[in-house]
Structures are given as structure tokens and as C-alpha cells.
Nanobody
Framework: QVQLVESGGGLVQPGGSLRLSCAAS????????MGWYRQAPGKERELVAAITRDGSANYADSVKGRFTISRDNAKNTVYLQMNSLKPEDTAVYYC??????????????WGQGTQVTVSS
């Protein structure tokens, strides 16, 4: 089994910053793509940012220039640096990872979610 544990959420004022972390552990052979999703109340879960193992990243248009995704392959950890936060960034943020646990065996795993609230 694989576990993803997120941390770093909280309450921040508009214009502020937060850094989310997500550490993977368990029966991991290799982690391919990793990403962050978010879900606001009454809305569908959406992709915020994703990063390949070699560091290629892509972002939702709504966060380009404000958020930065990165990863540390040695620590099986992905990060999301969020700057210039806006009230519309308020959501539960979920980590996702494409994890290989054996020969030709891979699945997507989700973290439990961490709340980010942007409010004055």
C-alpha cells in the first residue's frame, strides 16, 4: 500500500503565501507524475498543477505565475508554493501520485486533503 500525507494548509490573508507538502510512503518502486488538485464547495475537483519525474510542470491558467510545483524524488515528496493568494483559491487541496509498486503495476493514489482558506 501507498500513503500520501499532505501538510501546510491553513488560513491566510489575500496576497499571502502558503507552501503545501505531500510525502509518499509505502511499497514504492518509483513515482511517476505527481500533482495537486483542489475542490471548492459546490464545485468539481480540478487540476491545479502537475509535475513529471524529470521536473516538467504544467499549471491551470488560474494559477500560472502565482503557484510553483516542485518535487524531491529522493524524499518522494511534492510541494506547491502558493503566492499572491486570492479568495477564489479557497478549497481543499489534494495530492495525487502515479506510483509503481511492482513490475507493470501502477496506480494513482490520493492524499486526505488539506484545507486552504484565503480570507481577510
Amino acid at each position: 500500500q501507498v500513503q500520501l500525507v499532505e501538510s501546510g494548509g491553513g488560513l491566510v490573508q489575500p496576497g499571502g503565501s502558503l507552501r503545501l507538502s505531500c510525502a509518499a510512503s509505502g511499497s514504492i518502486v518509483i513515482i511517476n507524475a505527481m500533482g495537486w488538485y483542489r475542490q471548492a464547495p459546490g464545485k468539481e475537483r480540478e487540476l491545479v498543477a502537475a509535475i513529471t519525474r524529470d521536473g516538467s510542470a504544467n499549471y491551470a491558467d488560474s494559477v500560472k505565475g502565482r503557484f510553483t510545483i516542485s518535487r524531491d524524488n529522493a524524499k518522494n515528496t511534492v510541494y506547491l508554493q502558493m503566492n499572491s493568494l486570492k479568495p477564489e483559491d479557497t478549497a481543499v487541496y489534494y495530492c495525487n501520485a502515479d506510483v509503481a509498486t511492482g513490475w507493470r503495476i501502477s496506480n494513482h493514489y490520493w492524499g486526505q486533503g488539506t484545507q486552504v482558506t484565503v480570507s481577510s
